[in-house]
């Protein structure tokens, strides 16, 4: 079973620049999750999709960071201009449905990642 | 608000001894998962605990979650160096369905 894509790798830009990361979920995953992870931290949710739908996108900077998912399945997150402190590893999840039950959270799915420089 | 706090933040050990950490929490969790994320890794689900009580063990490690709901421990017997990385829990508050990480336990293991 194939993970979660994402791409880039790597990207370096220099500041009040737009740079766009892009995200394949592990498929039949409806759940979607991007996440920011500041070198040292842990991983903080940016913003989660249920199919196309956004779910929770309180902690997404919305003046800058955007977001979309638009068939439910691929999705990009943008950001644009991009500030020194945005540097950072944007994180991918997946998840079959993403709602909690009396058993618990599902399991997500993390990608590789995207390590984004900004100077 | 919901404080949540991992410990100890860095740990380093000798191959072969034992390595415990702890996620504590100022109120009640409705379940706790633990995550490792290797060096320039991404994290990777380990466990699941939902019941109060309940311990689960992997091979060498073993899960712990209070009767309380709110703290939970992950014990790792006679470490090797493949358990290097950094052990996050994450967790739900009652009624709620979004995941947060703590910040990590950060696992160095000599050889």
């Known amino acids: 079973e194939a993970g979660v894509a994402q791409s880039p790798r790597y990207k370096i830009i220099e500041k009040r620049q737009s740079v766009a990361f892009w995200c394949n979920p592990i498929?039949?995953?409806?759940?979607l999750y991007w996440y920011q992870q500041i070198l040292g931290q842990g991983p903080k949710l940016l913003i989660q999709?249920?199919?196309?739908?956004?779910?929770?996108d309180s902690q997404l900077p919305k003046d800058r960071f955007s977001a979309e998912r638009l068939k439910g399945v691929d999705s990009t997150l943008k950001i644009q201009p991009a500030k020194l402190e945005d540097s950072a590893v944007y994180l991918c999840?997946?998840?079959?449905?993403?709602?909690?039950?009396?058993?618990?959270?599902?399991?997500?799915?993390f990608g590789p990642g995207t390590r984004l420089l900004v100077l | 608000g919901q404080q949540v706090m991992q410990i100890p933040q860095y740990q380093h050990v000798q191959e072969g001894e034992d390595f415990t950490t702890y996620c504590n929490s100022s109120?009640?969790?409705?379940?706790i998962q633990w995550y490792k994320q290797r060096p320039g890794g991404h994290p990777v689900f380990l466990i699941q605990?939902?019941?109060?009580?309940e311990v689960k063990k992997q091979k060498r490690l073993t899960f712990q979650f209070g009767e309380a709901k709110k703290n939970s421990s992950l014990h790792i017997t006679a470490t090797q160096t493949t358990d290097v990385g950094t052990y996050f829990c994450?967790?739900?508050?009652?009624?709620?369905?979004?995941?947060?990480f703590g910040k990590g336990t950060k696992l160095s293991v000599i050889p």
């Open positions: 605990l939902v019941k109060s009580g």
């Open positions: 999709f249920q199919n196309n739908g956004v779910v929770d």
């Open positions: 498929s039949g995953h409806a759940t």
């Open positions: 109120t009640t969790l409705s379940n």
């Open positions: 994450t967790y739900s508050g009652a009624g709620s369905y979004q995941l947060t």
């Open positions: 999840a997946s998840s079959l449905g993403g709602f909690s039950t009396g058993l618990g959270q599902e399991t997500q799915y």
